[in-house]
């Protein structure tokens, strides 16, 4: 929605939430709202904003802050859609807000109205819709790896030194990306460098649209080493350089990353499970498995797998997420890996 349809609403029909009505007025070439509520009238100083993202929000309540108060009036922010998030930072630097879709925040003298919780009913103005999932996410993931970039090039070169399977973002999916994340303020640039800012926000919002992918087809395989031998992961160096998609899953890597019990079957994902077994001595066991193959499409659980011994292991952050996503015990073990995870940067 544009700021010139905002306005023409506002001066057509008003914004109207409960008992409180928000009229458009002009004094001196400035756009002033006329808040109204029973036999209570005050002006505010309004901004319209047609983008509703962390940046853009916060670069408007600089410019109508200062600029109410050079005028001597309290500002207000007007946009199509404002969060319980976005209003409680507007609450912390002392800017009103009322959006297009019933929720509003006002706080001032002989004032207070705060309504929330209403859905947003229009599309979401980041440049991509979602960035923290499947495969635009690695751009997402590579900064929870490196902190700090000179350049959107040294990003990609980065997210391709770790890409063993699938393919690299191209260069405008890529700049488009680091623009939402710039928009949310996750990261910065400054002198032409990208710096992560708020890491554990950009880890929450990774897990937050983190999808497990279904598990249906698993081949239960029993290796003739024991699970606890020396030579047990000898044994699988061969389905792990053929070139198929292999890795140990995030949990059964839970082990290079966090204190835990080790298990007595180790859980494998691959694209091709029923080809992985060719290069496996062994053969299939039903009953008493030490080895489980699980057909896994997606490539992004891939990402940034680590290589030890000739064996393909996890990321610390798809472990996170598959413990994340299990029961009590798995949770407890994810906030070890979480902290394994932030120290880097």
């Keep these: 929605m544009k700021v010139s349809e905002i306005k023409k609403e ?17 004094k001196s070439g400035y756009d002033i709202a006329r808040v109204i509520i029973g036999v209570l009238k005050k002006d ?16 408007s309540t600089y410019r109508v802050k200062a600029a109410a108060c050079d005028l001597k009036l309290e500002p207000l922010l007007v946009v199509p859609y404002l969060s319980e998030d976005s209003f409680k930072m507007l609450e912390n630097v002392g800017v009103n807000g009322v959006d297009l879709c019933g929720n509003a925040f ?18 979401a ?16 993931r590579i900064c929870m790896t490196v902190p700090k970039f000179s350049s959107i090039t040294e990003i990609i070169s980065e997210i391709s030194k770790r890409t063993v399977f699938g393919s690299v973002p ?26 992560v800012v708020q890491p554990e926000k950009l880890l929450d919002l990774l897990l937050e649209n983190y999808v497990e992918s279904p598990y249906q087809e698993v081949i239960r395989w029993k290796l ?12 699988m160096k061969d389905s792990f350089s053929c070139g198929i998609p292999l890795m140990v899953s995030g949990l059964s890597s839970t082990m290079k990353y966090a204190v835990m019990q080790r298990g007595e079957v180790l ?13 496996l001595p062994g053969k299939e066991d039903e009953r008493f498995p030490n080895l489980l ?11 940034d797998i680590r290589g030890e011994n000739g064996v393909l292991w996890a990321s610390p952050i798809q472990c996170y997420f598959e413990l994340s996503s299990g029961d009590k015990r798995d949770k407890e073990i994810s906030e070890q890996v979480k902290q394994k995870i932030l120290p880097v940067l």
């Design 44 to 59: 505010f100083l309004i901004e319209i904003s047609s983008r509703w993202t962390p940046k853009s929000l916060m670069d």
């Design 224 to 235: 003739p080493q024991r699970f606890d031998s020396p030579e047990f992961y000898n044994q």
């Design 267 to 279: 859980r494998l994902f691959s694209s091709e499970p029923e080809k992985i077994v060719e290069f």
């Design 293 to 303: 193959i699980a057909r896994n499409f997606n490539l992004i659980d891939y990402f």
């Design 10 to 26: 506002m001066k057509e029909s008003s914004i109207v939430v409960g008992p409180m009505k928000i009229c458009l007025v002009e």
């Design 106 to 123: 006002i706080r001032s003298e002989g004032f207070y109205f705060y309504v929330s919780g209403r859905v947003n009913r229009f599309k």
């Design 125 to 140: 103005s980041a440049p991509i819709k979602n960035i923290y999932r499947n495969n635009t996410s690695s751009v997402a």
């Design 170 to 195: 191209t260069l405008p999916t890529v700049s488009k990306a680091v623009k939402s994340l710039e928009e949310d303020l996750i990261i910065k640039r400054e002198g032409g460098n990208i710096q």
